[in-house]
């Protein structure tokens, strides 16, 4: 039998709870700075590891503080499902951010509560739509640059929470940029039948053999944290391959220092992270430190700098708890110069 798991109310750390008595306010104004530093910092290139790190000390320490504590979950939500990084420039969700991948570069819409320029006149069924369906208002099918693929496994509630979150935060006017596409990849019916071989839109179903702890890392990884988008491999028509599921990819768009390797992160010791601690699984988590002394870089800094170095104890432990039980995969990434028909490539 398959039951539904519902998602607890998350509760915020003492930490963060700490750095609200310590009177840093305001987090609106720190998160509308922070994913533009980020990215500027990984974008120079002079960022050394000692950097890096300094820079992740000072957004954890920023912590999650906002006034209403009935808005707490949409905001953490927010920062756990990378929204903030993908949809902002320079305003906060409002969009331009290009978004490269191998069908073009996509740009992210405006998602502030801006009625005319933003989603502020959605209602929440088309919100809802949205991330369930991948499908907007007036019908047309999303490109999964916006990955709806991850989101739809999110519950109904959690994406109601995050909607009046964003309608908290102040509009922008900031005007929608088009797509830089090629035409093949275009036209509606072509994401309709996309979606149709490649998507199944639901909730997350818990599995119930496993404890409750399990499923909210499952939850985490693979309706929120997306770490599916980028660490499992695509197929021709840039669907992720089940089989391969975080086994690791060659070809995935980052700016890391490894150009386009996005490693295995299943527990296979020798191609994945089968030989880390489950504490060096917990300081990746928490301060983007590698096993071998070195900084994580690109893509995942970024990533952990936008939402999960803010996650919870019991949701890290949660999360690694499930990374750590998926079933090992031997998917060699690091290979550059080895002939195709070595065993582990498989891409
Ligand atoms: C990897 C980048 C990325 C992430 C992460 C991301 N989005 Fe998006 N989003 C996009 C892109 C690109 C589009 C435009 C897709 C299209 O035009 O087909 C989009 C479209 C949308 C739309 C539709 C807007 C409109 O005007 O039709 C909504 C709503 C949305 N995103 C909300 C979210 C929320 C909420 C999150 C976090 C849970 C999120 N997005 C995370 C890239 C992203
Ligand atoms: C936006 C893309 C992206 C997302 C989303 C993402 N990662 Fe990563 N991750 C990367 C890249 C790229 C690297 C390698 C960075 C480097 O080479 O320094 C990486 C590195 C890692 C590493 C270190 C592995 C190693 O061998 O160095 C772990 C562990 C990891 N990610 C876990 C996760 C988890 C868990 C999630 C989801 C909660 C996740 N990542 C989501 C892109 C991503």
Known sequence: MR???????LNMTEAADQTCNDGINGSITTFHLFPGSVLALVRSRIASGVQIAGLLWVLSAIGICVADDSLRQGEYLLHLG???GCHTTDRMLAGGRPIESPFGTFYSPNITSDPEYGIGAWSDEEFVGALREGTSPAGR?????????TYTRMTRNDMLALKAYIMSL??????NSPHDIPWYVTPDWMMAYW????FKPGAYIGSPAESPEWNRGAYLANALGHCGECHTPRNLFGATRRELHLAGSRWGVTMGERKNIVPNITPDPDTGIGSWERSDVIRLLMTGQRPDGAYTSGRMIEFLGAGFLHMTEPDRNALVTYLLTLPPIYHDVEFYNQPFSDPGYHE
């Open 3 to 9: 039951v539904l798991f519902v998602t607890k109310i």
């Open 141 to 149: 099918h999303y490109f999964p640059a916006f990955p709806y693929t």
């Open 82 to 84: 990378g929204c903030i």
């Open 170 to 175: 102040p509009p922008s006017t900031r005007q």
């Open 195 to 198: 979606k149709w071989r490649n």
